[in-house]
């Protein structure tokens, strides 16, 4: 991959000369250069000051795209010059779908005995980072994210619930918005799918997370289930979530959305798609491909 390419990268990164020349270990001056040499070569701007600040325009946005397709498959190539045929299999997760959805999967995956994964769970802003600097093959999330980005394959619907303690005057009942005034509210923390659901859906009809007497953030499912079930306040989870919890009630609201995607991400244009064939083929073998199939250019 070519060098100016893997510093525009870094840019986008870090978005600061000084940082990116260190981290590519070039002078600032060098970086500068090198970012003004694609400019040159593609004739358009790539980053531009906003006040102190710099942002990338939308050609630098669409070069990034490329850049990290090929950042990918180049990582790729080498790995099968060098004839690395253990593979570790990089996966990741939202916590709604790494910490139930997937077992079926990885069992299945894992059972042969040549295959081996890592399964990273974390919120989908930070997935997305990561799959775009391409320390992931592919990602499985339920939050909002700009699908023209990447490739994306539906994995299936999941039914958006909200969850009480068990005789709570909401269980097993539709309520309105307005019903939801004054009640503790737990969440996921920023950047988490279903925060960023929740949010949208209290936007759309007019209100925010101050509609709530309390809002606590929480960033594991566990304890935020067992609050709920002591009654300490509400939540809304994906049905999966809840499952087979005797302790906790369920409600709907009206008017709210009541089914979301669980979607496959990878970057355009890369081997990755083949990785992702492999993990969900249904049955048969499920065998790493030997052969690189893409190989982007820009």
């Given at each position: 991959m070519e060098t100016r390419l893997k510093t525009f990268l870094s840019l986008c990164e870090t978005m600061n000369y000084r940082r990116t020349a260190e981290l590519v270990n070039l002078t600032?001056?060098?970086v500068t250069k090198q970012i003004q040499s694609l400019e040159e070569e593609y004739s358009t701007k790539l980053f531009e000051y906003k006040g102190r600040s710099l942002h990338i325009t939308d050609d630098g946005l669409l070069l990034k795209q490329f850049a990290e397709s090929q950042f990918y498959n180049e990582a790729e190539l080498f790995r099968r010059l060098r004839r690395i045929e253990k593979r570790v299999l990089r996966i990741g997760a939202t916590k709604s779908i790494g910490d139930s959805v997937l077992d079926g999967f990885l069992e299945r995956y894992l059972k042969h005995e040549d295959h081996n994964l890592s399964l990273l769970v974390a919120n989908t802003t930070e997935l997305l980072a990561l799959l775009e600097t391409a320390r992931l093959d592919?990602?499985?999330?339920?939050?909002?994210?700009?699908?023209?980005?990447?490739?994306v394959r539906l994995m299936q619907r999941e039914r958006f619930v909200g969850l009480c303690a068990k005789g709570h005057p909401f269980e097993g009942k539709t309520i309105a918005f307005e019903d939801l005034r004054q009640q503790n509210l737990f969440v996921r923390e920023s950047g988490s799918g279903t925060r960023n659901i929740f949010e949208r859906e209290l936007e759309s009809h007019g209100y925010d997370l101050s509609l709530f007497n309390r809002v606590t953030v929480l960033s594991s499912f566990q304890p935020l289930k067992k609050l709920v079930s002591k009654g300490l306040g509400i939540s809304f989870v994906y049905q999966s979530i809840a499952h087979s919890d005797e302790n906790l009630g369920r409600f709907t609201v009206e008017n709210m959305?009541?089914?979301?995607?669980?979607?496959?991400?990878?970057?355009k244009n890369t081997t990755a798609s083949q990785f992702v064939d492999a993990f969900f083929k249904k049955e048969g073998s499920c065998e790493i491909p030997d052969k690189i199939s893409i190989l982007s250019k820009l």
């Open positions: 600032q001056p060098a592919f990602i499985v999330v339920e939050g909002l994210f700009e699908k023209k980005k990447y490739d959305v009541d089914e979301h995607e669980f979607s496959i991400i990878w970057l």
